[in-house]
Each structure stands twice: as structure tokens, then as C-alpha cells.
């Protein structure tokens, strides 16, 4: 264990030397883009006039205008979310992937879920909020925010709407929430034969060098009140994140979170290599029961994570939950539909998977298009997702434990793909809105926006995927990846936490 903690130390410090700009105060917008600015008051500026002059020329300025004050419908409505989101992870997405693993291994990925969501909130705490929502460059941001650093309860952070601020706090604990459970979410794909203090090590690594820079180069900008005209949305755009600049939309984590994951674990399946006695041996799911809940947990928990990504009680915030939920049935219902044409019968893990499917395909397009591109969304994403966790899966080879990339990969690039079709106002959607006239953009190009999202989607895959294998690399030599043959046997939840989930 001192190597592991000794290894922690040694990722943190080679942090510390990533993203040397520093940024001015700022506060953050949308689903975490952040903004310079107006919102936390407007810089002074420096005069060569005489001592003398001074006092005539500051009673002549007019007086600033004092900040503006967090709504508390818009404050409670985020706090609620951010509950809403920490209820995916624990216990949703522990309980959607305890049921799915083998008996003896059911503690172990519970484990493996809570301990890491723990330690990614601290890290958020300690660098992660101040990395991905700081001005530096179109890769990573600064330290300027590092542990906290300067946020008090009056600092305020920005939304989608100009003068429109939330609690800076409450903008970091949301923003937490999202990091945690990507991190949480790749564990399904080399579960029940990984080391636990490697899953952690791993997911620290990750968490540094992968999902903090593709958050800031999806979500960091200057903000709404930092575009006042065309000069300065220039110059918002010259700050911004890599992708946010080209014009990426990700309303709520289709890269960030779902593609950024899902790569992830696919990458590790290969390099840590398939369980013992896969594809000789029964590995079924063991309890669809609590499988079933985790995943209405994940369902519930889902409106907080793409409704409250619009960091206002407004319409905007009720159309994304009006697709949350139609997205979802539909792709139930069209996975349900194709399994049982083509095996006969439908499942109860078919039906739920389909449902996760959906939640994972209108992630990024949940503030952008409407509720009948989100339904096309969702039927598309239960068809499309289910010949991921079967053809897809099998042309690889690889031994993706609980389908993440199945899933959670091809369903992430079916959404941010589709985002950039059904955001066309022609077709539903609402558009681009344009901070400068202050009103939807007259003009949408489906095709140029698809270019655009798969951008975002190729530069997520291949970041991702490249920093994913140096990460399990480093841990394989460090303190080694797999459990040995007799621990997997024996099963993790004895061999790893010398415990077991039920009574034997």
C-alpha cells in the first residue's frame, strides 16, 4: 500500500506542472463551461493622470453595478441535482453493476464505486474544479482555483442566461458529481479481475490526465456576459476549450462523460485481459433484480444529471427533462422490440439496458433538441446499442465485462452525432444562440454541425483512448493490474475485502 499512496503522490505532483497559465476571476456557465467576468464584477483599468485629477475623474464614472444575486429557485433546483446526480452513482450505478457481476464479486464492485466516487470528489476539491473551469489553455486550465482557492459562499458562477448566477459551490459540487461517476463508470469494463488498489490508482491517473482536459476542452468558455459584440465573443472563442471553440455541442456529457468512459474501459479490457473461464463458463448476471433498481435509480437520477446541466429553473431546463424521459422509453422499448424478434423473448436486462441506453444517447442532445428528436434519438439508441453489447462486442474479442463501450460508447457517439441533426430548428431543435444579438441564430448547417460533433467525438476517442493505456500501463508497473488466478477464483469480494455480500 505505501507504493500506492506513494504512486498517488507522484500523479498529483506531475499535475501541479500541467496548465502553467494563469486565469482572471471567472465564473462558470452551462454545463460547466465557465465565464469570465461580468458576473463577478468588471475589471478596473489604469490611468496616467495626475494624483490630483483623480478624485474629480472617479466622481464623474458612474457607480458600478453591483453583482448580481443568486436566484434560490435556480440555487435549490441545482442543489437538488446535484443530489440527483451523487443517487446515480451510490447507489445506482453500484447497484445497477453489483447485480450484473457474479455473487462472489458483488462487495467488491460496490466497494470499487464508493471509494472511488470518494476520491474523486476530494481531488475535485483539491485541483480538479480549478483544472477544468479556470482560463489557461485550449487544453487544460490553471491553478488558480486550486484547493478552493478564493471561492467563499458569496462567489457566484455564471449561467446560460446573462446577469443569471448560481452559488460557485453549488456549480463545483455539481460539476463533481459528473467527474465521479465517469470515473466510476469504466469500472464495469474489467470488473471482477482487477486489484482494488489498482482500480483506484487507475481511476486518479485517469481522472488527471483524461477527463479534466476533455472537460475544459468541451465545456470551458468565458461565458455569456463576457459577449457583449462581435470583438469579444472573438476573443471568448480565443480563450475558450479546444472543442467549445469549434463549436461543440454537449449539453450535458456525451464526450465528456459517456465516449470519455467508455473508451477507457474498453482499452482496459484488452490490456488486463479476459476473465478466467470466459466464454467457457456461465458468468450471468446474478441478482436482475437489483440490477433493475440500480438502473431506475440511474433513471431518476438522470433528470438531475441532464435538466439541472442547464443550471436554471427555467423552459430550457423542462425540455431536457421532457427528453430525458421520452428518450429513455423509447430506446426500453425498441431494445425490447428487437430482442424479442430476434431471440424470441424479451429480458428484464434487455429492457433495462435499453433504458440506460437512452439516458447515455440523449445526454448530449437533452438541451438541444426536441421531445421528438428525442423520442428518433432513443429508438435509434435501443436498436443501435444492443447489436453494440452483441456484434460489436464479438468483432472485437474483447471482454468488456458489463458492456460498457457497448452501451455507453456506442450510445455516446449516436448521441452527440445525432445532436448536430435534430438541434436544427427545421427539425425540432432549438438551434445555436447567439450572444451577441441575444437571440437563436437564424441560420443551422446539419452538416456542418455534424462535422463539428464528430470532431468532438474523434479527439475524446483518441485522447482518451492513448491516456487510458499509458494509465494502466503505469499502474501494471507499479503494483501490477489483474488479482492473481486463485483470488478471481475465490472471487474479489473474499480475496480483495475479506468480506462477502451474502451468507453462506
Not at 442566461?161 to 459528473?178: E, L, M, N
Request: charge should be neutral; charged fraction near 10%.
Amino acid at each position: 500500500m505505501k507504493r500506492v499512496f506513494a504512486s498517488m503522490i507522484v500523479s498529483l505532483a506531475m499535475m501541479f506542472v500541467v496548465g502553467a497559465a494563469t486565469s482572471t476571476a471567472y465564473a462558470d456557465t452551462p454545463t460547466g463551461a465557465p465565464v469570465q467576468a461580468s458576473a463577478t464584477g468588471a475589471a478596473s483599468s489604469s490611468t496616467s493622470a495626475a494624483p490630483s485629477a483623480a478624485p474629480a475623474a472617479a466622481a464623474q464614472a458612474p457607480a458600478a453595478a453591483p453583482p448580481p444575486v443568486p436566484n434560490k429557485g435556480d440555487t435549490a433546483w441545482m442543489t437538488v441535482s446535484t443530489l440527483l446526480v451523487l443517487l446515480m452513482t451510490v447507489p445506482g450505478l453500484a447497484l445497477f453493476y453489483g447485480g450484473l457481476v457474479r455473487s462472489k464479486n458483488m462487495l467488491s464492485i460496490l466497494m470499487q464505486v464508493f471509494v472511488v466516487t470518494c476520491a474523486i470528489y476530494v481531488l475535485w476539491a483539491i485541483y480538479g474544479y480549478s483544472l477544468s473551469f479556470t482560463a489557461g489553455n485550449p487544453f487544460i486550465g490553471s491553478l488558480d482555483k486550486l484547493f478552493f482557492k478564493g471561492m467563499t459562499p458569496d462567489s457566484i458562477a455564471a449561467t446560460f442566461s446573462k446577469g443569471v448566477v448560481i452559488p460557485d459551490f453549488t456549480f463545483a459540487a455539481f460539476q463533481a458529481t459528473f467527474a465521479a461517476i465517469t470515473c466510476t463508470l469504466i469500472i464495469g469494463s474489467f470488473a471482477e479481475r482487477v486489484k482494488f488498489s489498482a482500480v483506484v490508482l487507475f481511476c486518479v491517473l485517469w481522472f488527471t490526465f483524461s477527463y479534466l482536459p476533455i472537460a475544459h476542452m468541451v465545456w470551458y468558455w468565458d461565458g455569456p456576459d463576457a459577449i457583449t459584440d462581435a470583438a469579444s465573443l472573438d476573443a471568448v472563442t480565443a480563450n475558450a476549450g479546444l472543442l467549445w471553440a469549434k463549436g461543440a455541442l454537449d449539453f450535458a456529457g456525451g464526450t465528456v462523460v459517456h465516449i470519455n468512459a467508455a473508451i477507457a474501459g474498453l482499452v482496459g479490457s484488452f490490456v488486463i485481459g479476459k476473465r478466467i473461464g470466459y466464454g467457457r463458463e456461465s458468468m450471468a448476471p446474478h441478482n436482475l433484480t437489483l440490477t433493475m433498481v440500480g438502473a431506475s435509480l440511474l433513471w431518476v437520477g438522470w433528470f438531475g444529471f441532464n435538466a439541472g446541466s442547464n443550471l436554471e429553473a427555467n423552459g430550457m431546463a423542462a425540455l431536457a427533462f421532457m427528453n430525458t424521459m421520452l428518450a429513455t422509453a423509447g430506446a426500453a422499448l425498441s431494445w425490447t422490440a428487437a430482442e424479442g424478434l430476434l431471440k424470441g423473448k424479451a429480458s428484464m436486462l434487455g429492457a433495462a439496458s435499453g433504458a440506460v441506453a437512452g439516458l447515455v444517447a440523449i445526454t448530449p442532445a437533452c438541451g438541444f433538441v426536441g421531445p421528438m428528436g428525442s423520442i428518433i434519438i432513443g429508438l435509434l439508441a435501443g436498436v443501435c446499442c444492443l447489436w453494440g453489447v452483441t456484434g460489436l462486442k464479438y468483432m472485437l474479442g474483447a471482454d468488456d465485462s458489463l458492456d460498457v463501450f457497448g452501451v455507453h460508447g456506442v450510445g455516446g457517439i449516436l448521441g452527440a452525432l445525432l445532436t448536430g441533426v435534430f438541434a436544427s430548428p427545421s427539425l425540432g431543435g432549438v438551434g445555436i444562440y447567439d450572444y451577441v444579438a441575444n437571440a437563436a441564430s437564424p441560420t443551422y448547417s446539419i452538416s456542418g454541425q455534424l462535422w463539428i460533433q464528430l470532431q468532438a467525438v474523434v479527439v475524446t476517442l483518441v485522447w482518451s483512448g492513448v491516456v487510458s493505456f499509458i494509465c494502466y500501463k503505469i499502474v501494471d508497473a507499479l503494483i501490477g493490474l489483474r488479482v492473481t488466478e486463485e483470488e478471481e477464483r475465490e472471487g474479489l469480494d473474499i480475496s480483495s475485502h475479506g468480506e462477502s455480500a451474502y451468507i453462506r
